[in-house]
């Protein structure tokens, strides 16, 4: 008789099978080579990823407003550029819209546009209004002081001005960079299931000094699957 599975209800999976499994998660593994580690049906792994991935996402947007110096930027993620499209007219991209609280932690957000009504929308959701903000020179930004966040500072990428002293957005930057990498492995993800691929990028980036397997035990033990 199968042990119970404390983290996943009603599974014929053993709860050591499980762990094991979690640990291939955790070790960013895909789906085919966790499949030959544990033994069971790429199926099931799949099926069970995207569980894993489910309950991450809801506990990243359940994290608490960023607060202190916070960078904001906004990033495109899909096809490959079309001739003739460029920037933020880019056919076929996701459009990604990324906080980041210095030395911490990073909220990511996909958005139809990148105009001043939907960034401010989600500044104000998930920004403190004592927050430092720091942007480049994108109008989606103008306005920030007139919604009560008092200090707004800027780059000014066009003009090749990518620091001034501690006016820079270098670690959302980053993120976008570790983002695009970790996503190019699993060639083109499908557009249903992207927002749940983001989100995870977005947990291991924030859990990156973390043992991640224990994190994904943690949430797992809180609301099984």
């Known amino acids: 008789m199968i042990s119970k599975n404390r983290y996943y209800c009603r599974s ?44 991450i996402a809801e506990s990243c947007e359940r994290e608490s407003p960023l607060q202190g110096a916070v960078e904001v930027d906004e990033s495109y993620f899909g096809a490959h550029r079309v001739r003739g499209r ?24 996909i958005v139809p546009d990148c105009f001043k009504a939907t960034l401010q929308g989600i500044i104000l959701g998930h920004v403190e209004p004592s927050t430092v903000i720091h942007s480049h020179c994108w109008r989606g930004y103008d306005g920030l002081v007139d919604i ?9 990428h066009g003009e090749n001005e990518f620091a001034n002293g501690e006016r820079h957005i270098n670690g959302i930057v980053s993120f976008w960079s570790y983002a695009k990498r970790r996503l ?15 989100k995870e990028t977005e947990f291991r980036f924030n859990h990156r000094c973390d043992n991640l397997y224990l994190e994904v035990l943690k949430l797992l033990r809180l609301n099984p699957l």
Do not use: P
């Not at 709860?15 to 099931?44: H, N, P, W, Y």
């Not at 190019?184 to 983001?198: E, G």
């Open 12 to 55: 014929k999976i053993s709860e050591a099978k499980f762990r094991q499994l979690i640990r291939c998660f955790a070790l960013d593994f895909t789906a085919m080579s966790a499949t030959e580690l544990t033994g069971l049906s790429v199926r099931s792994v799949n099926n069970i990823y995207l569980k894993f991935r489910s309950r």
């Open 86 to 109: 460029r920037g933020r007219g880019a056919y076929g991209k996701t459009i990604v819209f990324g906080l980041l609280k210095r030395q911490g932690k990073v909220y990511a957000e």
């Open 148 to 156: 009560g966040f008092d200090k707004h500072f800027r780059v000014h």
């Open 184 to 198: 190019a492995k699993f060639n083109d993800v499908a557009k249903q299931t992207f927002y749940l691929h983001l």
